[in-house]
């Protein structure tokens, strides 16, 4: 099927770049929030366990929505590369973004809200130190966030019903089950980007509604404190839409593989039934892998622990695998030229199969009980999102800045970058590890032994990390303003 | 386009009856659960009448308002779900049948505007309506039986808007000690409103494994999984209350 129309090239690019920016600047404003959290944890400066809650709760709301933001404009551009969108709707949705943060950042600077997003309910009403106006702020700002969210996945999703014919079309289901039929009739599958789209915007919209259930309900208690709230329920629902949307952000930030990495190699990535297969999996299971959070609930039922540990190898494992392999064969002998763009991308690559082992890891039963309270927790969700999903960005933002003005990087800056931003990484989130296999608890504000030196790697590393991206902001820089070229890099 | 459209408004005519049913029955009393599920059915027939209604030529560009108004619309409803004991909509008929109206009103927006954003849309977000009832079925403004305890004796002074009839109207019993409060509000979760022990450890009989001064001291800096709520959530003071509370379990 031919696409109705297609959305000006210009149009989509300013709609993605104003999403990725504004996701990037909201990325190194919580990075600081997170060095000086691990500063203190370190003991190299004191910061007062209110004030360490409240920026807690700050990193974690701002990493997740400027990852969302960076990886709903790439995903926007791409699709709108393939059928009309509307970029009021885009900037729409952007408003609301915007909106959200400003009301959280309101709950946190002012308010001193400390209960974090997955607080878990008498939280955030009982036992608290802040005033209930911040409360509600933060219970706002996270509704409108999601709003934002869902007003997204709503365009992308009718979009991509118009141009493949229904849902059916979407996700290529003549295409598996009527392979031959379908190629007889020299039909085409959606490309791989629109799987990680159309996955995005579907499980996005049932999160999103899942969110919205507790967050009204969580407002009405705020409002009516004689409103009951059962906490399990709660418990359920913050974490279907938490950590469907967290996982959704690496599963945005890959479309820029399926994209970025051809342009590297001057080699297509194609659709195949795999491929097809691996998304189904994650359409359908990443909703339900969230009861892993879940596994030390003694009032869960049993039944849901196990398919939660099912559901999470099988959201996560099929589609890392064929997408790696798809990648690792793209790059083969392809001759490609390490410029930062192929660098970052498939640099994230290695984050994302090293984080997702580790989430893996803590997902499963056995390991979940001693895991779980640890810092293993934070190492392995940084890992999936500083050395997969913000290299997969960066890889992206590179690709089209080269290929934009038909130059790239010298050696020193790549190496720097690389460093910076990978080497660092890497040893961030060693001290994570280390310290959650050795049983420091997660969310405290005061770490026991072997807590505050291994934090000490940490803040060493999240620095490195720091002084890498101001390297790759001054080279995104200089790329941007070189004119516009006709001639790939 | 036409037959849809008239179906679907038979549907909303049906719904909307079907909301006014508080109308011919009087005040009723269901519990919680089961009034949102009535909840749920009404907002599939709204929901449904509002996607039949909403079908238009996929081809003419939509505005963006329509997306806004069918993502807003099951918040709404769900607002109206609002499960309050002193609810005027809950105790007089009349009032009870204009919140249904409302309800089948933000079921039949939401699928609606969906449609007239683009096709297929409806669907889901006249779905997003009928989930959050269905899901609100099960938690929102039910309480386990553990937290009824843990609601008699909230700060009423921590919450917003909070009346002495609202906080009062909860059904406690007689009033019980600051320590008691502070175990209900910070403790109960883990441990079981009367210390039986829920993810954290059985309090009961704790007097014969700590006496006073050691439950301070494990309260004051206790050892992981527990969380450690002095003093930047209790004072000296609350401690040694909420330890006197324990010593009594």
């Known amino acids: ?489 | 386009m036409r037959r849809p459209r008239v179906v679907g408004l038979v549907v909303l005519g049906v719904a909307v009856l079907v909301a006014g049913l508080p109308l011919l029955r009087g005040p009723i009393e269901l519990p919680v659960t089961q009034h949102h599920l009535l909840h749920a059915a009404l907002l599939v027939g709204a929901a449904l009448a509002g996607v039949l209604c909403g079908r238009r030529d996929a081809l003419r560009r939509a505005s963006p308002a329509w997306i806004v108004l069918a993502m807003i619309a099951p918040i709404l409803a769900m607002l109206l779900m609002w499960p309050s004991a002193y609810s005027f909509f809950e105790q007089h008929p009349a009032g009870h049948a204009f919140e249904h109206v409302g309800i089948v009103a933000c079921g039949f927006l939401a699928g609606f505007a969906g449609e007239r954003f683009a096709a297929g849309v409806g669907w889901a977000t006249g779905g997003s309506a009928v989930l959050m009832a269905l899901l609100a079925a099960f938690g929102f403004g039910v309480a386990p039986p553990t937290a009824v305890p843990i609601a008699a004796v909230a700060e009423p002074s921590l919450q917003p808007g909070a009346s002495g009839r609202r906080n009062t109207g909860a059904s406690s019993p007689a009033q019980p000690s600051h320590g008691a409060m502070i175990y209900a509000t910070n403790c109960a979760v883990c441990h079981g409103t009367a210390g039986e022990g829920v993810s954290g450890p059985s309090l009961k009989d704790e007097r014969t494994r700590k006496n006073l001064r050691q439950t301070i001291e494990w309260i004051e800096n206790p050892a992981p999984p527990m969380p450690k709520f002095y003093p930047a959530v209790l004072t000296a003071a609350d401690v040694r209350a909420v330890a006197t509370y324990v010593q009594t379990l």
């Open chain 1, 1 to 489: 099927m031919k696409p109705l129309s297609v959305t000006l090239p210009a149009i989509g690019l300013r709609v993605m770049w104003t999403y990725i920016a504004t996701g990037l600047a909201i990325f190194l404003l919580m990075l600081l929030v997170g060095i000086s959290m691990r500063g203190s944890q370190a003991g190299w400066w004191t910061i007062e366990p209110g004030t360490f809650y409240s920026l807690l709760s700050l990193h974690g709301i701002g990493m997740l929505t400027a990852m969302v933001v960076a990886g709903l404009g790439t995903l926007w551009y791409l699709v709108s590369r393939e059928t009309g969108l509307d970029a009021r709707v885009a900037y729409l949705a952007y408003a609301f973004f915007v909106a959200g943060v400003a009301c959280v950042i309101v709950s946190i600077v002012p308010g001193h809200y400390g209960a974090l997003w997955s607080m878990l309910y008498p939280l955030p009403f009982t036992g608290t130190y802040w005033p209930t106006w911040a409360t509600g702020a933060w219970l706002v700002g996270t509704a409108l966030v999601m709003l934002g969210f869902m007003i997204w996945c709503g365009q992308i999703l009718g979009a991509l019903l118009a141009r493949y014919g229904g849902l059916g079309g979407v996700l290529a289901v003549d295409y598996v089950l009527h392979n031959r039929a379908f190629a007889k009739l020299d039909h085409e599958p959606p490309p791989p980007q629109i799987f990680a789209a159309a996955i995005t915007a579907i499980d996005g919209l049932i999160a999103g509604t899942a969110g919205l259930t507790v967050g009204v309900a969580l407002i009405v208690r705020w409002l009516d404190p004689t409103v009951a709230i059962d906490p399990l329920w709660a418990k359920n629902l913050t974490y279907l839409f938490g950590h469907t949307f967290a996982n959704l952000t690496m599963y945005m930030a890959v479309a820029g593989i399926y994209v970025g990495l051809p342009i590297c190699t001057r080699r297509a990535y194609h659709t195949s039934v795999p491929l097809v297969l691996a998304w189904w999996g994650t359409l359908l299971f990443v909703i339900i892998a969230y009861f892993h959070h879940l596994y030390m609930d003694f009032v869960q039922a049993e039944s849901l622990k196990l398919v939660g540990e099912l559901a999470s190898f099988l959201a996560a494992i099929p589609v890392v695998v064929i997408t790696v392999y798809g990648a690792v064969l793209l790059v083969h002998r392809s001759g490609m030229r390490w410029t930062l763009g192929s660098m970052f991308l498939f640099t994230g690559l290695i984050g994302w199969v090293v984080g997702g082992a580790a989430a893996v890891l803590d997902s499963t039963i056995p390991f979940n009980v001693d895991l779980h309270n640890t810092l293993w927790v934070p190492a392995h969700f940084h890992t999936y999102l500083l050395e997969g999903v913000v290299l997969f960005t960066l890889g992206w933002v590179f690709v089209n800045l080269e290929q934009r003005a038909g130059a790239s990087s010298g050696a020193l800056i790549r190496w720097l970058a690389g460093l910076g931003v990978f080497g660092g990484g890497a040893l961030f989130v060693l001290g994570f590890y280390i310290a959650g296999a050795a049983g420091v608890p997660r969310r405290y504000a005061v770490e026991p032994p072997p807590g505050p030196y291994l934090a000490g790697i940490a803040t060493v590393g999240a620095i490195l990390v720091l002084v890498g991206l101001l390297v790759v902001a001054y080279e995104a820089l200089r790329l941007a303003r070189l004119p516009r070229s006709e001639v790939a890099p």
